[in-house]
C-alpha cells in the first residue's frame, strides 16, 4: 500500500486499474513552495436560474528513473512504469481517487483538456487537470449553431434555455 507523503507524494486509484489499489506518484517540486495539488472552485449558473459548483484539481507529476521519495528512499518505479500507470488512470475518464497526505477527492473525471506533457531526455513534466463534473462536450459547428432555432419565434415569448431548444 502506497502512503502519499512518505514513499510518493499523491495516489491515483481507480477500481478498475490494478484491482483498485491506488498506485503512487512524485509531484513536481522545483518551486519555493514544494509540490501541491491546487484546487479551484467554480460555481457554474444553470438554465433553471440555480448554480452548480465544481471544483478542477491540478498538479505536476514528475517522471524519472531513481526519484527521491519525501522520506529519502529511492522510488522503485521507472519513468516508463510510472508513464504506463498515469495513463492507465487518466484512460479511465471518471470515478478517479486523488488521494494526497491531507485527504482524498474522489469521483474525479479526466476529460476535456486533461493533460499537458513535457518529456526531456531524462524526465518527464505531466502537469494534470482533473475535475468534479465530468460532462464535457465537442464544440458545436458555428454554421450548424448559426442555423438552429430555438423555438417558434412567432408565437413563443418565453425565456430561451437549452431545455426548450432544437435544430432544424
Given at each position: 500500500?502506497?502512503?502519499?507523503?512518505?514513499?510518493?507524494?499523491?495516489?491515483?486509484?481507480?477500481?478498475?486499474?490494478?484491482?483498485?489499489?491506488?498506485?503512487?506518484?512524485?509531484?513536481?517540486?522545483?518551486?519555493?513552495?514544494?509540490?501541491?495539488?491546487?484546487?479551484?472552485?467554480?460555481?457554474?449558473?444553470q438554465s433553471d436560474g440555480s448554480f452548480?459548483?465544481?471544483?478542477?484539481?491540478?498538479?505536476?507529476?514528475?517522471?524519472?528513473?531513481?526519484?527521491?521519495?519525501?522520506?529519502?528512499?529511492?522510488?522503485?518505479?521507472?519513468?516508463?512504469?510510472?508513464?504506463?500507470?498515469?495513463?492507465?488512470?487518466?484512460?479511465?475518464?471518471?470515478?478517479?481517487?486523488?488521494?494526497?497526505?491531507?485527504?482524498?477527492?474522489?469521483?474525479?473525471?479526466a476529460a476535456g483538456h486533461y493533460a499537458?506533457?513535457?518529456?526531456?531526455?531524462?524526465?518527464?513534466?505531466?502537469?494534470?487537470?482533473?475535475?468534479?463534473?465530468?460532462?464535457?462536450f465537442e464544440p458545436v459547428d458555428v454554421?450548424?449553431?448559426?442555423?438552429?432555432?430555438?423555438?417558434?419565434?412567432?408565437?413563443?415569448?418565453?425565456?430561451?434555455?437549452?431545455?426548450?431548444?432544437?435544430?432544424?
Amino acid at each position: 500500500m502506497v502512503n502519499p507523503g512518505v514513499d510518493c507524494r499523491i495516489a491515483l486509484s481507480h477500481a478498475d486499474v490494478q484491482g483498485g489499489e491506488p498506485y503512487g506518484f512524485l509531484l513536481d517540486d522545483s518551486r519555493d513552495t514544494g509540490p501541491a495539488v491546487s484546487v479551484q472552485r467554480e460555481s457554474i449558473r444553470q438554465s433553471d436560474g440555480s448554480f452548480m459548483d465544481s471544483q478542477k484539481y491540478f498538479f505536476t507529476i514528475l517522471l524519472a528513473d531513481d526519484l527521491p521519495n519525501p522520506d529519502g528512499t529511492t522510488h522503485t518505479q521507472t519513468r516508463v512504469e510510472m508513464y504506463s500507470m498515469l495513463m492507465r488512470y487518466l484512460g479511465q475518464h471518471s470515478q478517479i481517487s486523488l488521494l494526497t497526505p491531507t485527504g482524498t477527492f474522489s469521483g474525479l473525471f479526466a476529460a476535456g483538456h486533461y493533460a499537458t506533457e513535457v518529456h526531456y531526455p531524462d524526465a518527464a513534466l505531466v502537469t494534470i487537470q482533473m475535475s468534479s463534473s465530468g460532462t464535457a462536450f465537442e464544440p458545436v459547428d458555428v454554421t450548424r449553431f448559426v442555423l438552429s432555432q430555438w423555438v417558434d419565434e412567432e408565437t413563443y415569448a418565453g425565456e430561451m434555455t437549452w431545455a426548450n431548444s432544437y435544430w432544424r
